[in-house]
């Protein structure tokens, strides 16, 4: 959480690390101060079956490319599957009304769902704004300027996710960073959480260490589904990872060669077995690879640079967009409502 001011600490003094990983669309807000790596990444693409989509919109300004993309990354619902299926659900509920009703019987046995929604970069903005989307809310029209953020759709979507923190939710949540989610998950206190694949890597790793209440593996009653959708659709937020070399840098030749190298096919390759799943490769080559049916738990991550939309919908996730996740606008408008305020003031 302490990233972004670190980058701009960096780009103010002129001096820091050649490179610097950026999250989502933060790239967009460092371009001015970003080389041009244009090269490095056409090379990588065309090599690799093409960027998706939303990796090319993230690490482009115009026709400059202002990042070279690594890999990405996205949010599932980790569930307890026995649970679940405790109270009627023999899979994730896959819309709100479901979730309420799944949740409330679930809170009433000390189970409750958790989420995030506190100032931090990943599981919090990951989780409302697919909420929003779901809902037909969203921050501005397709020509980027038209602010609609304040719709009956959003404020429907603000009043439903008070009933639902309320009936459902771990009410501690409001304070949670990406690592609190992850703790009360796996020390069973929390029945689904919206995630990485994390948890379950962290479950899988330590078979012994990460038990149910029944003394068996936790890793055996753990799932992954989509969050659920609305009358909008049903989205994930994808997170692209990428690659930034600084202006500033004194050593761009050899950053570039070090860019490359990574994110060429043989070396890629075994950084993306290693990681089982956990995210995602930037280009769509990487969605045949072998790894995927490995572990029939990770596989729906596959498809979440596919299945979702960028933060700045229905316009483009640039710098404002940016700005807008960076100041938890959107996740503080439910936080507000969830503390009080009125929906509609939210």
Not at 9 to 14: R, T
Not at 15 to 20: A, E, F, K, Q
Not at 279 to 291: A, D, F, L, N, S
Request: hydrophobic letters at 40%; proline letters at 5%; one cysteine or more.
């Amino acid at each position: 959480n302490d990233l972004q001011a670190r980058i701009t600490s960096a780009i103010q003094s002129g001096t820091g690390p050649d490179i610097i990983m950026a999250l989502g669309n933060w790239p967009q807000l460092y371009a001015e101060s970003l080389a041009d790596v244009g090269d490095v990444a056409e090379e990588i693409g065309s090599a690799q079956g093409g960027y998706y989509d939303a990796v090319k919109l993230v690490a482009t300004v115009g026709n400059k490319w202002i990042g070279v993309p690594w890999t990405v990354g996205g949010g599932l619902i980790a569930y307890r599957k026995s649970w679940f299926e405790e109270v009627g659900y023999k899979t994730f509920p896959e819309t709100w009304d479901a979730l309420r009703d799944a949740g409330k019987k679930l809170k009433a046995k000390g189970r409750p769902l958790g989420q995030t929604a506190g100032h931090t970069f990943g599981d919090a903005p990951t989780f409302w704004y697919p909420f929003l989307w779901s809902w037909g809310g969203k921050e501005v029209e397709a020509d980027g300027k038209t602010v609609v953020l304040n719709s009956k759709e959003t404020v429907e979507s603000v009043k439903f996710a008070v009933v639902l923190w309320k009936e459902t939710m771990d009410e501690g949540g409001l304070s949670w960073d990406d690592t609190s989610n992850n703790r009360a998950f796996l020390s069973g206190s929390i029945s689904a959480t919206n995630n990485g694949a994390s948890i379950y890597l962290e479950a899988k790793k330590k078979p012994d260490t990460y038990l149910t209440e029944k003394g068996t593996p936790m890793k055996d009653d753990i799932l992954h589904a989509g969050i659920p959708g609305g009358a909008g659709g049903q989205f994930n937020l994808p997170g692209p990872f990428i690659n930034l070399l600084m202006k500033y840098s004194k050593n761009q030749d050899a950053a570039k060669k070090f860019m490359r190298w990574i994110s060429s096919k043989e070396i890629f390759d075994k950084w993306f077995v290693s990681q089982q799943g956990y995210t995602c490769g930037p280009t769509k080559m990487w969605e045949e690879h072998p790894v995927w049916n490995v572990d029939p738990i990770l596989a729906p991550f596959r498809k979440v640079p596919v299945t979702g939309r960028l933060t700045g919908y229905a316009g483009a996730p640039n710098q404002k967009a940016a700005e807008v996740q960076t100041k938890y606008i959107i996740v503080d408008m439910y936080a507000k409502a969830i503390q009080g305020m009125d929906a509609g003031d939210s």
